[in-house]
């Protein structure tokens, strides 16, 4: 990897700009670190406390050799018709012991509880409790899934997997690339497209209440192909894939024969956030036989900017503090517009 400045006197300064050869080399190390990057450290170290019960849940609770206790309203019925409802007041309502405080108790401290408290009616009582209704916490599901209803926070971890295929990913529709993870309200955002290339570490993220899966639509997600190509055109796609730069050279029709002299490409990638982050700029040498089966490894990303230039990196750096400002611009109205639709 190797990072060069423009030429002096450009309106564009230097340090706005990353110039970065695209080798098999920085490849490897991309695809090595691509996994790592994409999930945070505090998701993955993020581990799942006892459940503890909420208002909205239902216990069943169970005395042993006392059937009036725990099937009040007859061993013929079903099980939730003898549960107890957890009032919004975080209260449950139990014989002989009245009103019991159970929000934010484990399963355990419930038993011990309860157990304590009917001691005074009931010699060396034998208690257990179990959740019959999970309602008092859940997990929210927004955007591009085929089933968004909340799901429950249990006794059992959820993990990010499982909501996953529980919720169904709309394949079609899904930007796989930008699922964002809102917890304690700050956002995580997770490539799922990496994250199902042969690896298991979804089943490793653990979800916890309050937590909000957006998965956002790909209907508004474009790459710009400028410069010497047959078709300069904005690149669309809606599939659950990312996409090559081989590829979107493909659908702009290929290099032009003709004029692209020089044949090296540019792959400009966050130009819309130059106050705070340098640029990268992606280099790419098309005359070298090995250049598209690179290309085909490297992936593009919605908002990039590809320019085919007509002629040698010198030729680049006189042109590219006119060219950025476009590319920023484009960036930007992309982000805008995608931020307007969902």
């Known amino acids: 990897m190797r990072s060069e400045g423009l030429v002096r006197g450009t309106p564009t300064d230097s340090s706005q700009i990353q110039l970065v050869t695209i080798t098999p080399q920085l490849l490897t190390t991309n695809n090595a670190t ?38 009040p309203a007859g061993s013929q019925q079903q099980t939730a018709a003898n549960g107890r409802l ?3 007041d975080g209260t449950m309502f139990y014989p002989y012991v009245g009103a019991v405080k159970v929000a ?13 408290k009917i001691a005074k009616y009931v010699e060396r009582p034998q208690v257990d409790v179990g959740v019959v209704g999970y309602n008092s916490q859940h997990v929210l599901l927004q955007g ?16 990010l997997g499982q909501a996953l295929g529980t919720a169904s990913v709309n394949a079609d529709e899904a930007n ?12 995580y955002h997770l490539d799922l497209t990496a994250l199902s290339n042969g690896h298991s570490i ?12 957006m998965l956002p639509y790909n209907d508004t997600q474009e790459i710009y192909v400028l410069g010497e190509v047959l078709r300069p055109r904005a690149v669309t796609f809606r599939s659950a894939s990312d996409i090559s730069l081989t590829q979107v050279l493909g659908r702009a029709g290929g290099l032009n024969p003709v004029t692209s002299d020089g044949k090296e490409v540019y792959v400009i990638r966050g130009a819309n956030n130059l106050e705070n982050t340098p ?7 098309a005359r070298s036989p090995s250049a598209f089966a690179l290309g085909d490894q490297f992936r593009v990303k919605p908002g990039d900017v590809v320019f085919v230039g007509a002629a040698g990196v010198t030729r680049w750096n006189r042109v590219l503090s006119q060219l950025l400002p476009s590319a ?13 639709t969902h």
């Not at 170290?45 to 099937?71: A, C, F, M, N, Q």
């Not at 796989?176 to 309200?185: E, K, N, Q």
């Open 34 to 71: 691509t996994l790592a990057a994409t999930v945070p450290q505090a998701l993955l170290s993020y581990k799942p406390e006892p459940y503890r019960v909420g208002p909205g849940d239902t216990l069943y609770i169970t005395v042993w050799d006392h059937p009036e206790l725990t099937s």
């Open 86 to 88: 957890v009032r919004s």
């Open 104 to 116: 934010g108790m484990t399963i355990e401290q419930v038993r011990d509880a309860i157990s304590t």
């Open 144 to 159: 591009a899934f085929k089933k968004t209803d909340p799901q429950p926070i249990t006794t059992v971890p959820l993990t």
């Open 176 to 187: 796989m690339s930008d699922l964002i993870l809102t917890r304690d309200g700050q956002d």
């Open 202 to 213: 979804a089943q490793s993220i653990y979800l916890k209440p309050g937590d909000r899966l």
């Open 279 to 285: 640029a990268k700029v992606f280099q790419l040498d």
């Open 328 to 340: 920023s611009i484009l960036s930007s109205a992309a982000n805008a517009n995608y931020s307007a």
